[in-house]
């Protein structure tokens, strides 16, 4: 087999090669890299920051967004929780008739 043969079947993904996170309809087990253009002074602050924080930059990026994403399912699950609650306000209201009584009546004194 030459090199040039070798290098083309080295290139071409097979699908025991592929993370797990390329493989359709599992789950993602393994960490995305992503790109971000950051101005160099931007990057610098916030590298001292995350030095005084004891972590990376990275770690902070990682932190900030499972923290806004948990936010953001809660605030989805709250909403959700409160359109079933007024649901179930709306189902179930109930006819209570005329008010025969007035307020002193429930505080008389005998």
């Known amino acids: 087999m030459t090199k040039k043969q070798r290098t083309s079947e080295a290139a071409k993904p097979s699908p025991l090669n592929l993370p797990l996170a390329r493989i359709k309809g599992f789950p ?8 971000l253009s950051l101005d160099d002074k931007l990057v ?19 932190a900030y967004l499972e923290q806004l994403a948990q936010e953001h399912a809660s605030s989805g699950r709250r909403r959700r929780e409160r359109e079933t609650l007024e649901h179930s306000f709306s189902q179930f209201q109930f006819k209570v008739g005329k008010r025969t009584w007035k307020r002193e009546d429930l505080y008389a004194r005998s």
Not at 28 to 35: E, G, L, P, R, S
């Open 28 to 35: 993602y087990y393994v960490d995305m890299n992503i790109t």
């Open 44 to 62: 610098k602050e916030v590298r001292k920051i995350a030095v005084e924080q004891d972590t990376t930059l990275t770690g902070l990026v990682r």
